[in-house]
């Protein structure tokens, strides 16, 4: 779709990685500006047998998908001449480097609108480009925790004195801001092809996690009060989550299960997945307002009988009958998934280093995909340095 497009990814890290490769997904011609020691998504791994190989990255792998690599020194006179050159030639420029950096080395927006009217200009930065906290370095890390997420992220626990807040693993909050980052770059390429405008575009990888946030701001503007971490002050009966009616997490011979027999109707469908265990005809358990008030007793004696049984099993005995249940995946599980593997999820490429893997795939099918999507292993460090001469028109120097 994005066929014709030219990126250049001047940038580091997860996310500009991420934002560059929806547009790689997407057919446009992606070029990877790296330096002589590579992005840094090359030293974050995991890689093969643990051991280190600026070629055998997983992120690095996964992120570069369909890119090409081309190494300059972005402080080289003539690495900087070359660039220019080859931004006038470009549609999209993704950079995440500090703010002002760009500017200093004379390769800034400025300049590179000077030589090109339609440039589309993509800046990720940690907290924008005006407020007290514009200059502050930031990580996923403390991207997350400033973002607000952390307080709920497990919901309510016994003691929030002794378990701190925690955050989702992996690099989530810079895949959050990449795909924001993809987004606004997205809606600046439909301008500039509607109506041959460029533009700059800042993005905030704090307000990109913020934003996220809907539900609990919506809370604060109705003026109600923040949820407590404290169980005990919890009046849901949620294990692990905060919802208003039953749901939760339970134990199985092969992992976890989640289920919601919310309603009166579905409890008693629930009850039958189980074959009717006599507790069951406990008149505390009758009503779901009587389940809420004796959550805890409830969810020992359902584990009891989950504990026997597949996590699969029931989840698939629980959807016969009509009732939200789903196995707990792990990431072995995801890649054995009947459902996944029939629409083809994940891919398959050979690559030099590191041989034959199944990579993630994207979360949508085009009727026309373009053809050179997913045939491409991710780049070798610098392996189309020769490309720049034939782009910019000139010999190598």
Not at 21 to 27: A, Q, V
Not at 187 to 205: D, E, Q, V, W
Request: with cysteine.
């Amino acid at each position: 779709m994005l066929s014709g497009i030219r990126v250049l990814d001047i940038g580091s890290g997860v996310s500009s990685g991420y934002c560059s490769k929806i547009f790689s997904d997407l057919g446009a011609e992606v070029i990877k500006i790296e330096s002589s020691k590579g992005d840094s998504v090359r030293y974050m791994g995991p890689y093969p047998e643990d051991k280190f190989h600026i070629e055998k990255s997983a992120m690095h792998l996964s992120l570069n998908l369909g890119k090409r690599s081309i190494v300059l020194d972005l402080k080289n006179d003539i690495d900087i001449k070359k660039f220019l050159r080859l931004s006038s030639t470009a549609d999209i420029i993704i950079e995440n480097h500090p703010l002002g950096e760009l500017d200093k080395l004379g390769i800034g927006y400025d300049v590179i609108e000077n030589l090109n009217k339609e440039i589309i200009f993509t800046t990720i930065t940690p907290f924008g480009n005006k407020g007290p906290y514009k200059n502050y370095k930031l990580t996923d890390l403390v991207l997350f925790h400033m973002a607000g997420h952390s307080h709920g992220l497990l919901g309510p626990v016994e003691n929030p004195e002794i378990v701190p807040p925690i955050r989702a693993g992996g690099y989530q909050a810079e895949f959050v801001v990449g795909m924001a980052a993809a987004t606004a770059t997205m809606i600046a390429l439909y301008r500039k092809i509607s109506k041959n405008k460029g533009s700059h575009i800042t993005i905030s990888s704090f307000e990109s996690m913020v934003t996220q946030l809907i539900s609990g701001l919506a809370n604060c503007a109705y003026d109600k009060p923040v949820p407590s971490r404290d169980l005990s002050l919890q009046k849901e009966a949620s294990v692990g989550g905060m919802v208003t009616a039953i749901g939760g997490i339970l134990p199985c011979n092969d992992g976890y299960v989640a289920i919601s027999p919310r309603e009166d109707a579905q409890w008693e469908r629930w009850v039958q997945v189980m074959d009717s265990p006599e507790w069951t005809n406990q008149d505390r358990f009758k009503t779901r307002e009587g389940r809420q008030d004796n959550y805890r007793d409830l969810w020992d004696l359902i584990s009891e009988w989950t504990i026997k049984e597949s996590k699969f099993d029931i989840a698939r005995k629980g959807q016969n009958k009509r009732i939200p249940c789903f196995p707990v995946n792990t990431i072995e599980d995801l890649m054995t998934d009947k459902h996944l593997s029939e629409r083809e999820f994940f891919i398959e490429l050979d690559h030099p280093y590191v041989g034959k893997l199944k990579y993630p795939g994207v979360a949508y099918k085009l009727s026309n995909p373009p053809s050179n999507v997913f045939k491409l292993h991710a780049p070798i460090l610098g392996q189309d340095n020769d490309m720049i001469s034939e782009l910019i028109g000139e010999k190598n120097e």
